[in-house]
């Protein structure tokens, strides 16, 4: 459903001119029940004024009456015509402060293991500028000594759908400029949900292709080693024993 405007404003001025449950008006406005409990107890958005949706083409009094008749009923945002298309995202994403400093190393990831993405891509992806994205391309950025790369669905700042669909749609602009793919860039340019299903045969290393035929010949017999006699050869020569001549005295 789509989300009001000023919602947390509107959440203030149906809880102060409606019966309507802290459901009903946390659906409307797409937030937690307990946040409109908080603001009908004063708590949250002390200072807030109401904004009307009735007033502002928002909701319609018949739609609030029914509501109110039946707790189990949602409320439904009147249609605009004129606000199609206003919840699309424009220009890079908006990183949060606690996660801003993760971008280089998620955008060095992004230059090393997908090169074909483009700076506008890496841009959306992560939320950064392009010529943070050149200076890491080129390696000219001042901290490009300490940046070690990391997978940016790792960090939290994309998710895995988002730069499968920019991997596959660099990987269709190739081949509309038809660009020649080498195997290692087709198998890179497929989508988790795609490698995952391959099949999963042998593939012989680039470095040692050619070399699959390769055998090595019957290497020439072991000499046998002569059996000896270990006495034979620890044994003395038998020398002739001389008769010791008696000395008669």
């Given at each position: 459903?789509?989300?009001?405007?000023?919602?947390?404003?509107?959440?203030?001025?149906?809880?102060?001119?409606?019966?309507?449950?802290?459901?009903?008006?946390?659906?409307?406005?797409?937030?937690?029940?307990?946040?409109?409990?908080?603001?009908?107890?004063?708590?949250?958005?002390?200072?807030?004024?109401?904004?009307?949706?009735?007033?502002?083409?928002?909701?319609?009094?018949?739609?609030?009456?029914?509501?109110?008749?039946?707790?189990?009923?949602?409320?439904?945002l009147k249609f605009n015509a004129s606000a199609v298309g206003e919840e699309k995202r424009r220009g890079p994403?908006?990183?949060?402060?606690?996660?801003?400093?993760?971008?280089?190393?998620?955008?060095?990831?992004?230059?090393?293991?997908?090169?074909?993405?483009?700076?506008?891509?890496?841009?959306?992806?992560?939320?950064?500028?392009?010529?943070?994205?050149?200076?890491?391309?080129?390696?000219?950025?001042?901290?490009?000594?300490?940046?070690?790369?990391?997978?940016?669905?790792?960090?939290?700042?994309?998710?895995?759908?988002?730069?499968?669909?920019?991997?596959?749609?660099?990987?269709?602009?190739?081949?509309?400029?038809?660009?020649?793919?080498?195997?290692?860039?087709?198998?890179?340019?497929?989508?988790?949900?795609q490698s995952l299903g391959q099949d999963s045969e042998a593939k012989i290393p680039t470095a040692i292709e050619?070399?699959?035929?390769?055998?090595?010949?019957?290497?020439?017999?072991?000499?046998?080693?002569?059996?000896?006699?270990?006495?034979?050869?620890?044994?003395?020569?038998?020398?002739?024993?001389?008769?010791?001549?008696?000395?008669?005295?």
């Amino acid at each position: 459903m789509a989300k009001p405007l000023m919602a947390k404003a509107t959440a203030v001025w149906l809880v102060d001119n409606t019966t309507l449950s802290f459901k009903q008006i946390a659906d409307f406005t797409e937030m937690h029940e307990l946040e409109i409990q908080g603001i009908a107890d004063g708590d949250v958005a002390a200072g807030v004024k109401g904004f009307d949706p009735v007033a502002n083409n928002q909701l319609t009094q018949e739609e609030i009456d029914e509501a109110e008749k039946d707790p189990l009923r949602k409320l439904k945002l009147k249609f605009n015509a004129s606000a199609v298309g206003e919840e699309k995202r424009r220009g890079p994403r908006y990183t949060p402060l606690s996660k801003r400093q993760d971008r280089p190393a998620s955008i060095l990831w992004l230059v090393k293991f997908h090169p074909e993405l483009a700076d506008s891509q890496i841009s959306k992806l992560v939320g950064t500028t392009k010529p943070t994205i050149q200076a890491i391309r080129e390696r000219t950025h001042w901290n490009i000594s300490n940046i070690q790369p990391i997978d940016p669905v790792a960090l939290g700042l994309c998710k895995q759908t988002e730069l499968d669909a920019a991997v596959q749609k660099a990987a269709a602009k190739k081949a509309r400029d038809g660009e020649a793919l080498s195997d290692d860039d087709r198998r890179k340019l497929l989508s988790t949900e795609q490698s995952l299903g391959q099949d999963s045969e042998a593939k012989i290393p680039t470095a040692i292709e050619g070399l699959e035929t390769f055998t090595l010949g019957d290497s020439e017999p072991e000499e046998v080693e002569k059996e000896f006699d270990a006495e034979s050869l620890f044994k003395q020569p038998e020398t002739p024993v001389e008769d010791d001549e008696d000395d008669d005295i």
